[in-house]
């Protein structure tokens, strides 16, 4: 706009200037047949501005109609039972990056990825426009970007805890729309491993994490002005492969692994203090733990069998758990990531390391079935699954033979 401006005011200068070349100094009267005055020149320019305006809303407009009639279309090829093929697309190749990925959708309807770039030391952000990725350099002080956690807060900006690997600390990056800025959340000795951030129904951050120095499960809260922290397990050495979510009740829960004995545990806040619970202590399990909530309000939890190289599922009824292998041909099950969909039904991302490729997880209400996404290379480390408003499921992971970050989403088209 401003260059159109410039050219105009440069043009009429320009025309104003000749007519006084071609005779006296004296300025000349009342424009001839061919002359326009400055002021029809400038409605002239504002004229071409506004079609201009015009042109660039319809382009927006007509971009998100085909967003809109993407998203419907697979709805209704979902609810038709249609298998839709995944489309597979590098997001981030500059060194060796996409380790920690943490996949979240935002109030647009978009994807958006925090990240861990391994060769310098940040901590990074990608996000999708609706036609292509950008990237950003969120920290790049010290060494950080590790074990990050995404998610939007109600403002509809988003939000990431990570460790910082320099200081061993907890710390906590926000965008305000133009800018992210960061802070310390927790200092006390090498803490911050394994982030799990949420917002709660009050629209302040919350994260677990564990304290190594103390092999302690921890939780930290933001008032609207200051984070305050306390230790929620301390039994031996605890607190491993935190995730955290906020239940119906709008109070936080937890899963983790209890690395005394290799059990999955669970903790949960009642408003006043906090109980445990262990939820299987059937040979080394509990890793890679990832909790959600399912639309009966009962907790459900996706995990690594180590001892037998098993995808495990456990869920609650309102008084017992329950735990079944999802998964079992090969070493499966490492890296999961679990989500409900949009019927109701769980399903998990995780990586299988027999023969290093991405793999997804449904249940149908009755049976667990089980697909490879990506088979190219040793993939699918780090994988976050989230459903997008399409009803499709997504993956963020890692390529770990070519150290980079990668996007897998079900649907009819290839993201660009």
Known sequence: MKMR???????????????????SLTPPGAP?????????????????????????????RARQEAERARQENSVILNALGATLPWQLKTVDSAGFVGYFASLAFGPDGQPAISYGDLTNGDLKFARY???????ATVDSAGNVGYYTSLAFGPDGQPAIAYLSASSGDLKFARYNGSTWSTATVDSAGDTGFFASLA????????????????????????NGSTWS??????????????????????????????????????ARYNGST????????????????SLAFGPDGQPAIAYYDSSNGDLKFARYNGSTWSTATVGSAGSGGGYTSMAFGPDGQPAISFYEATNGDLKFARYNGSTWSIATVDSAGNVGLYTSLAFGPDGQPAIAYLDDTNGDLKFARRGLFAPK
Request: glycine share 10%; net charge negative; with cysteine.
């Open 274 to 289: 906090w109980s445990t619970a262990t939820v299987d202590s059937a040979g080394n399990v509990g890793l890679h733990t």
């Open 199 to 222: 917002f709660g129904p009050d629209g302040q951050p919350a994260i677990a994490y564990s304290d190594l120095t103390n092999g302690d499960l921890k939780f930290a809260r933001y």
């Open 229 to 266: 922290t306390v230790t929620v397990d301390s039994a031996g050495d605890t607190g491993y492969f935190a995730s955290l979510a906020f239940g119906p009740d709008g109070q936080p829960a937890i899963t983790y692994c209890d690395a005394t004995n290799y059990d999955l545990k669970f």
């Open 32 to 60: 001839g047949p061919t002359m326009h005055t400055l002021e029809e020149l400038y409605q002239k320019q504002l004229q071409l501005e506004a079609r201009l305006t015009a042109q660039d809303q319809e382009i927006s």
């Open 5 to 23: 401006r410039w050219l105009a005011t440069i043009a009429a200068v320009a025309a104003m200037a000749g007519g006084a070349r071609a005779g």
């Open 129 to 135: 426009n609706g036609s292509t990725w950008s990237t």
